[in-house]
Every structure is written in C-alpha cells, then in structure tokens.
C-alpha cells in the first residue's frame, strides 16, 4: 500500500482531510544535497515495506519513478487540476470507480442494517432491551475485529479478492434476511446469523477497501478533488439511504427492502468483477498508468 491513506472512520463513518498539496509531502522536487545517499535511504525504506531484499532493483526504479512522476505533475503551481477535470476524460473512469464503489458502500444497505440493528434484533425474538443492546455491542467488537483482519491481510490477498468474496457474503446475509421476514420468522438464529455475516463481510470489504482505493486510484492532478467529491457522494448517498429507509419498509415491508438491498448488493458484485482494478503491490504511478491507459 503506497502513498498516504487521508481517510479514517470515527463512529463508522469516513472522515477525508485534504491532502497537501504535494501527495508525497514534498516541497520541492529535489534530492538532498547528496542525492545518492537520500536515494539510496528510500530505496531501503521502500524495500522494507515492500517486504524486498534491501536495495532491490525494483525499489530502486519505482523510486526513480515516483521523483520523475512528481516532478512532472508539480513542476509548476498551477499544475493542479480543477474540479471539471475530473469529470473528463481518463479521469472520469478513476471518477466512476472511485465513485462507485462508494455508492454501493452505501446502497447495499450499510446505514439501514448496522444503524437499525436494535430493532431488527427485537423483532428476532430479542424482545428485552438490554438483550439487544448486549448483541449490539457483540456486533461492534465482530466489527472491529474484522476489520483488523483486513487491515493485516490486503496486501497479501489484494484488494479484488476481498471485495468479491465481501460483497458475495452481504448479499447472501441480505437475502437470508429477507427469508427470515418472509418465512423463517421461528428462527432468531437467523437474524443473527445474517446479522454477523453482513457485518463481517462489509467490515473485509467494502468498510476499509473502498477509502484504501479512493485514495490510491486518483491521479496526482485531480487527487484532492477526486477524494472530495468521492466522499461527498458517499455521504449523499449514506443520508439517501437512512431517510428512505423508514418509508420503504413500511411500503415494500421488511422482507422486501432487504430482496432489494441483496439485489442492489449482487449488482455491486458485478461492478467489481468488472470495473474495479486490483492496485495490490503497485506504487502510485503503476496505478495511475494502470487505471488510464
């Protein structure tokens, strides 16, 4: 995973602070004053996050690589992109996978499942309380613990991997609660087995995958733009979501909303299988030439 990640989650949901200006930290595109040894010290530090023999050739060219990329795309102060940049050309696809993945982050039912876990427990079955606020806080500590393991495993497993086997498991969390509302209703079990399912597949994929991408995939020009704009439709769509929830159910009845949510969900599956890039082990030039050529 290269480059800076700029964005983190307080109570769930994402929190995007804007980069600075120079993706890298860098002022000024030019090696210290003895070149070598500054080179030769990155090179070192990428090879160990790359878990690389130290000083490979690899690193050394991706190093090359990165000063030359920066130095072209910052080599003067307007070199910025602006906002309808990123709506044209090569920079709208980034646009559109960016943007659709965290649309479908939202869509497929996230605000309307976690925010109305209580009351769904308590239609299980879980009549008391305080019974489902203790499930509650079983699901938050599943949620955290599941997000750790993808933390630690993608970039050993890649990004694509975890999003298609995530989104698979939402949707099947989704429609089993569907049949719970339809015909499984002697069976609490199932809401919460559907439950911890949806939670554990959303918290491998699209919970961290989606920021990791949105962050790694906009060029360097339409960067702080491209990531404004991906979390404005992330938000619009999270308070789409949780307002309509209410309505819908009481029109379509549990059972149906969340058929829809499940559909929506195999509809993300095919999203990913088909648009999204895998950006495991690519620096962020790789990605960048990946994703636009």
């Known amino acids: 995973m290269s480059g800076l990640n700029h964005s983190y989650c307080l109570k769930g949901e994402p929190i995007t602070t804007t980069p600075p ?122 949620k955290f613990l599941m997000t750790s393991i993808a933390i630690l495993k993608v970039d050993d497993l890649g990004r694509r991997p975890l999003l298609i086997g995530g989104v698979s498991g939402l949707a099947l969390s989704l429609f089993l609660l569907s049949a719970y509302y339809k015909f499984l209703g002697g069976f609490p079990i199932v809401a919460v087995a559907s439950l911890l399912l949806y939670v554990g597949c959303y918290q491998i994929s699209f919970g961290p995958i989606s920021w990791l991408m949105v962050s790694e995939i906009f060029p360097l020009r339409t960067r702080g733009r491209g990531i404004s704009l991906a979390v404005l439709t992330n938000f619009g769509s999270n308070a789409i979501v949780t307002f309509a929830f209410a309505p819908l159910k009481d029109f379509l009845g549990a059972e149906n909303i969340f058929l829809l949510f499940g559909a929506i969900a195999l509809l993300s599956l095919l999203f990913v299988l088909l648009i999204v890039p895998e950006t495991k082990g690519l620096s962020l030039e790789e990605i960048e030439s990946k994703i636009l050529k």
């Open 21 to 142: 200006k120079y993706p890298t930290g860098l002022k000024s595109f030019s090696w210290p004053k003895k070149r070598s040894e500054g080179k030769e010290k990155a090179v070192i530090a990428l090879s160990k996050l790359r878990s690389r023999p130290p000083g490979d050739k690899l690193s050394e060219r991706q190093i090359e690589d990165t000063f030359v990329s920066l130095k072209s795309a910052y080599s003067d102060q307007e070199s910025e992109g602006s906002l309808l940049e990123v709506f044209q050309g090569p920079s709208l696809k980034v646009f559109l996978i960016g943007g659709g993945l965290v649309l479908f982050q939202q869509i497929t039912g996230q605000p309307s499942v976690l925010y109305y876990a209580g009351p769904i427990l308590q239609t299980a079955g879980f009549s008391a309380a305080s019974d489902a606020t203790r499930v509650s806080v079983v699901i938050g500590v599943f």
